[in-house]
């Protein structure tokens, strides 16, 4: 390969950081590989919300017509008592705050889909593949790819996720910036057959939630099981039976529509058992190599950000890559205009998100009361969080 005056940048992960940081680097006339150790797109997947800050982001990327149409727009969520009784029904900008006019809902794999058509003729991309080894050195880093290529590249990004290779492979085993929240959960798919339509279905005990989500008016569920555990079950993470079984006898003996939901757990396909977590680091980068996304500042599903925080850091870390002299001012730039943003997003969970998952009787209680005196907004409770950063206009993003 040819290389470019800007220099040549490997992004490992295809999910939604990479793709989002491949987008700006090649406007801004990098050369860009991206490598996903998956053998393509993952598509379809749970809902995930775009706001705030990112709305903008996604409007200078030009791709806010196509996401509006990929907007699933989730009339209610319902909360309802272990016997299945209902507690509250409730738009979900009243449970979370937001803009219900702005905010965007879309499937994971729709953003991702539409962020790899932007990018998929300009970028290369290495499916089945992941890095191996990494050599940073003053004239770039040197890359062995588990598919046995080596190839030397002048940057190397990590957008690899939660379980990040890239952080494993320069700044050490993940339990050194991973913070366990207590909780674990199993994701999957399954049959349609209780008429839900452009909603949300939560069941709660203490220390277990069921939840059902139709985005749309399919035969397909999204199916979540969440519940409390003191340690991170780490034998199970590599074991899809392990988790099975896990998951299974752990809500074994429930009522509501829950033994319905281990037994469409145990036969999905598409399962995905992870813990809820967030990633605190205190640095993103080390010599020529940098992380971008939930590789290096992880909120847990439980803040909703996750999918926003990802696409501003991508927007920053390429465009001070695109303005600063050199890699080692780019990244320090990027640190310092980001970080107080992940910070106080991560800190959601510390502001009754985490309650939408009660651990005990009382906690339960206390949030029924609550969400049955839940009916509006205050003018102006939008969360600050979601927009407390002011985008920069690079010079090639206006």
Sequence with gaps: MSRSPRGTVLISGASIAGPALAFWLDRYGFQVTVVEKAGALRG????????????????????????????IDTHKITFLDPDGGLIASLRPDVLIGGDESRDLEVRRGDLAEVLYGAVRDDVEFLFNDSIATLDDHEGGVDVTFRGGARRTFDLVVGADGLHSNTRGLVFGPEERFHRYLGYCFAGFTMRNDFDLSHEGVLWSVPGRSAALYAVGDGDELHGFLTFTRPDPPFDAFRNPDAQRELVASVFAGDGWLVPRMTAAMRAADDLFFDVVSQIHMPRWSAGRVALVGDAAYAPSFMTGQGSSIALV???????????????????????????EFVEVNQALVTKGNAALFPSTAEAIERRNEALRGLTSLPVGDDRAEYSALTLPAYAAAT
């Design 44 to 71: 379809g997947g749970y809902p995930i919300d775009i706001r705030g800050t990112a709305l903008e982001v996604v409007r200078r990327m030009g791709l806010l017509p196509r996401l509006r149409a990929a907007h």
């Design 313 to 339: 850091g991508a927007y920053m870390l390429a465009g001070e890559l695109a303005t600063r002299p050199g890699h080692a001012e780019a990244f320090a730039a990027y640190e310092d205009g980001v970080r």
